[in-house]
């Protein structure tokens, strides 16, 4: 390169610290819409919240998910993605817009209201009645908190396989077993439930899926203990649980179809906000964290800005490509993009809080606890660390994902079954 | 983009997908009657004037058939060049003939070393001190491990430049931007190799039974083949965005260049690499092929710039 400083000024059109690296176009209504939030975030998002919220006990923590909750609501910022009648109706480049500038003002992260807004309003929207949509959407809103009952001690990545039992009595199920890797359990109103109605089916054809209301007598949470030191993994065992009939979602047996609807809720946007969280906050501390007169340094931090950058594209055009195919236009996205994405995702988080951690050296393993409410990446890079195994294992381990890359996006054989 | 540019585009690769895996080498006849030495000439000196955009997806077609011919140098540089220069009789000459295929130029940049396909060139432009000479040049030509590209040392023979044409506008940019135009068009190519490599070895795998199954079905060899899908995924999503930002000339085209460069050429080797590692023996054979493009990737990872060289300019951006 010839001419350093027309170089260097062209450079910073796109510095790490601008927030967001969509080109403005002038007139434009997204980039209104985008002043907009701009504006709200600068007069909404607690100042210093970091620092409170660092180091405080489950109350607190709880509370202030709440109002944060609230004051997204209020703003309606919540629930962008649901349908404009139950209080949503962003358009998707809206959302995206709305999630980058979040990230960019370091907004803190619904930690607490996730498996409700996206997960169980995913599964009513798409399987629901309208009764139990209009039991829990407006709940929701109302701050219902919710859990994923999926898992189990036998049934983790091969999650068909899974055990606990519902028999029905008369209008009601009794459910019986044990679920694992429930996140938020020991918080939760209700839980999306699966379980097994037809023992002698095919493992996929035996399963049914259930609204289950965590105060009912039976349903006990035990906080499981995760590397962080944290507990929000929970366990929940249910021990003669009875949930009444309506409240089964779908079909009898047809609970793994349903369950596709509440996994394919972790695809998409909520990938999009991670990525971009990366990309802004995340990105910004390493940057701040690192000897920047090191030249080896420099270059992994490059290799990261570019990488960081590739995901935001690939999250944008998963989105994308969704909402064409909802408007039934043929969409852009491969079979296995979503997987792309997750497994992309937490390899990233783990390689960037792996070499923070190693930046901040010893001084960075005297931190012993996170801010609570924060992104995967909190700048307590020994932490986040560890905690980006909470990426790489749950929500279908990188290992299955590079096998659904390679089976459902390039077609290579399946493993021979055992079974 | 645009459903109509996305058609014409997808049409654009399956005619050059065609017409490039008939040979690897191609003479420069063939590349002028496709239409694809003029994408960027303006229609009125003989050219398609459509815009780099377009040139990105036969330069990714390249890539994937590892095709040796002069498009390189004596399209996308040669063009890129004269469409930088203010306008004169001399240039616009120059534009139409190139087009229509009437003389092959090539485009010298300093050091004058590596230059793309000056062998055989009727005219070279020197691009030194800010300004663009049309001397007379020794071309020694330099071989180098990948024998699908032709690369050659350019010395002036002392007397003075015949023409001097001047940069429209600023100088330093100009040659900035064709210094990304190139670097965005190797990394086309390298994206095009990987993808090509990705589909060989995915085909292979389904085929090829050891143990009494296909070699694809054991985990090792589809996680390798994952492993290969993302790094195409990301580099995809990368390059996409340098070549819009280099069409649309946008400021932020720096970033995006040095972005796409050092992350697809870096990928395109291991690509390469690891489709040599998955088809066995066989993959190390010469006849194979695979070699040719393990080496093509190789140049393009240090032509126009190293990945550490991008990735030191986008580093600037931190302090």
């Known amino acids: 390169m010839t001419n350093q400083s027309a170089e260097h000024e062209d450079m910073h059109e796109n510095s790490p610290n601008s927030p967001a690296q969509a080109h403005v176009r002038p007139g434009d209504e997204l980039e209104e819409f985008r002043a907009t939030v701009r504006a709200w975030c600068a007069e909404h998002i607690p100042t210093d919240w970091r620092r409170a919220q660092t180091g405080v006990g489950d109350e607190e923590f709880v509370r202030f998910q709440k109002s944060w909750f609230a004051e997204l609501h209020g703003a309606g910022y919540a629930v962008p993605h649901w349908p404009r009648e139950w209080g949503g109706g962003m358009s998707v480049a809206e959302q995206i817009v709305l999630y980058q500038e979040l990230a960019a003002h370091d907004a803190p992260r619904l930690v607490l209201a996730f498996v409700g807004i996206h997960h169980a309003a995913a599964t009513l929207l798409a399987a629901g009645t309208d009764e139990q949509?209009?039991?829990?959407?407006?709940?929701?809103?109302?701050?219902?908190?919710?859990?994923?009952?999926?898992?189990?001690?036998?049934?983790?990545?091969?999650?068909?396989?899974?055990?606990?039992?519902?028999?029905?009595?008369?209008?009601?199920?009794?459910?019986?077993?044990?679920?694992?890797?429930?996140?938020?359990?020991?918080?939760?109103?209700?839980?999306?439930?699966?379980?097994?109605?037809?023992?002698?089916?095919?493992?996929?054809?035996?399963?049914?899926?259930?609204?289950?209301?965590?105060?009912?007598?039976?349903?006990?949470?035990?906080?499981?203990?995760?590397?962080?030191?944290?507990?929000?993994?929970?366990?929940?065992?249910?021990?003669?649980?009875?949930?009444?009939?309506?409240?089964?979602?779908?079909?009898?047996?047809?609970?793994?179809?349903?369950?596709?609807?509440?996994?394919?809720?972790?695809?998409?946007?909520?990938?999009?906000?991670?990525?971009?969280?990366?990309?802004?906050?995340?990105?910004?501390?390493?940057?701040?964290?690192?000897?920047?007169?090191?030249?080896?340094?420099?270059?992994?931090?490059?290799?990261?800005?570019?990488?960081?950058?590739?995901?935001?594209?690939?999250?944008?055009?998963?989105?994308?490509?969704?909402?064409?195919?909802?408007?039934?236009?043929?969409?852009?996205?491969?079979?296995?993009?979503?997987?792309?994405?997750?497994?992309?995702y937490s390899e990233l988080l783990q390689r960037l809080t792996d070499f923070g951690a190693e930046i901040s050296g010893l001084a960075g393993l005297t931190e012993l606890t996170k801010p609570m409410s924060s992104g995967w990446e909190s700048g307590s890079w020994a932490l986040d660390f560890i905690g980006s195994w909470e990426w790489t294992i749950p929500g279908g381990s990188s290992e299955i994902q590079r096998t659904i890359i390679a089976e459902r996006g390039l077609g290579l054989p399946r493993e021979p079954s055992v079974a | 983009m645009s459903r109509?540019?996305?058609?014409?585009?997808?049409?654009?690769?399956?005619?050059?997908?065609?017409?490039?895996?008939?040979?690897?080498?191609?003479?420069?006849?063939?590349?002028?009657?496709?239409?694809?030495?003029?994408?960027?000439?303006?229609?009125?000196?003989?050219?398609?004037?459509?815009?780099?955009?377009?040139?990105?997806?036969?330069?990714?077609?390249?890539?994937?058939?590892?095709?040796?011919?002069?498009?390189?140098?004596?399209?996308?540089?040669?063009?890129?060049?004269?469409?930088?220069?203010?306008?004169?009789?001399?240039?616009?000459?120059?534009?139409?003939?190139?087009?229509?295929?009437?003389?092959?130029?090539?485009?010298?940049?300093?050091?004058?070393?590596?230059?793309?396909d000056a062998e055989g060139a009727d005219r070279i432009l020197v691009i030194t001190n800010g300004r663009?000479?049309?001397?007379?040049?020794?071309?020694?030509?330099?071989?180098?491990?990948?024998?699908?590209?032709?690369?050659?040392?350019?010395?002036?023979?002392?007397?003075?430049?015949?023409?001097?044409?001047?940069?429209?506008?600023?100088?330093?940019?100009?040659?900035?931007?064709?210094?990304?135009?190139?670097?965005?068009?190797?990394?086309?190519?390298?994206?095009?190799?990987?993808?090509?490599?990705?589909?060989?070895?995915?085909?292979?795998?389904?085929?090829?039974?050891?143990?009494?199954?296909?070699?694809?079905s054991f985990q090792a060899v589809k996680h390798a083949c994952a492993d290969m899908q993302v790094s195409i995924s990301v580099a995809r999503q990368l390059v996409s965005a340098a070549v819009e930002a280099v069409a649309e000339d946008r400021p932020d085209a720096g970033v995006a260049t040095a972005m796409a460069k050092s992350y697809t050429c870096s990928a395109a080797v291991d690509i390469a690499g690891k489709a040599m590692q998955l088809h066995g023996g066989i993959g190390y054979t010469w006849e194979s092929g695979i070699h040719v493009y393990l080496k093509r990737a190789m140049l393009n990872r240090s032509l126009f710039g190293s990945p550490a060289a991008h990735r030191k300019a986008l580093a600037k951006r931190y302090v």
């Open chain 1, 133 to 344: 949509r209009r039991r829990h959407l407006p709940a929701i809103l109302d701050g219902e908190i919710w859990v994923q009952g999926f898992s189990e001690p036998e049934a983790g990545s091969d999650l068909a396989s899974l055990r606990t039992s519902a028999r029905r009595a008369g209008d009601s199920y009794i459910v019986n077993g044990q679920k694992l890797w429930a996140s938020g359990g020991k918080h939760a109103d209700w839980c999306l439930l699966l379980a097994r109605t037809d023992p002698d089916a095919p493992k996929r054809k035996g399963i049914s899926y259930f609204l289950l209301d965590m105060t009912t007598p039976g349903v006990e949470v035990r906080p499981i203990r995760n590397a962080i030191g944290d507990s929000h993994f929970c366990e929940i065992f249910l021990n003669d649980v009875s949930i009444p009939a309506a409240n089964l979602v779908g079909a009898e047996n047809a609970g793994w179809q349903v369950a596709q609807a509440t996994l394919g809720a972790e695809r998409g946007l909520t990938m999009l906000e991670l990525a971009e969280r990366l990309g802004n906050a995340g990105f910004k501390w390493l940057v701040q964290a690192c000897p920047l007169d090191d030249p080896i340094v420099v270059d992994r931090l490059a290799r990261f800005e570019t990488e960081i950058t590739g995901l935001r594209g690939l999250c944008r055009k998963v989105v994308e490509s969704a909402d064409l195919e909802m408007r039934g236009v043929a969409g852009t996205a491969g079979p296995a993009d979503a997987s792309i994405v997750k497994l992309y």
């Open chain 2, 4 to 116: 109509e540019f996305e058609e014409f585009h997808d049409e654009l690769r399956s005619v050059a997908g065609d017409l490039l895996a008939k040979d690897r080498a191609v003479a420069w006849s063939v590349l002028v009657d496709a239409g694809w030495v003029g994408l960027e000439v303006p229609e009125q000196f003989g050219g398609a004037g459509v815009t780099f955009a377009e040139v990105a997806v036969i330069c990714e077609e390249m890539g994937r058939a590892a095709s040796a011919n002069n498009y390189l140098g004596s399209a996308v540089l040669a063009i890129g060049a004269l469409k930088a220069l203010q306008p004169s009789d001399t240039r616009d000459r120059l534009l139409a003939d190139v087009a229509s295929g009437a003389i092959r130029v090539a485009v010298a940049l300093e050091p004058l070393e590596f230059v793309p």
């Open chain 2, 132 to 216: 663009v000479a049309e001397a007379a040049m020794t071309v020694t030509p330099q071989p180098v491990l990948d024998e699908t590209r032709r690369l050659a040392t350019v010395t002036a023979d002392g007397v003075e430049a015949s023409e001097v044409l001047r940069f429209d506008g600023d100088p330093h940019k100009q040659i900035k931007r064709l210094h990304e135009r190139a670097a965005v068009a190797i990394a086309c190519d390298s994206l095009g190799l990987s993808e090509a490599m990705l589909g060989a070895t995915v085909s292979y795998a389904k085929v090829r039974q050891q143990f009494g199954r296909p070699i694809g």
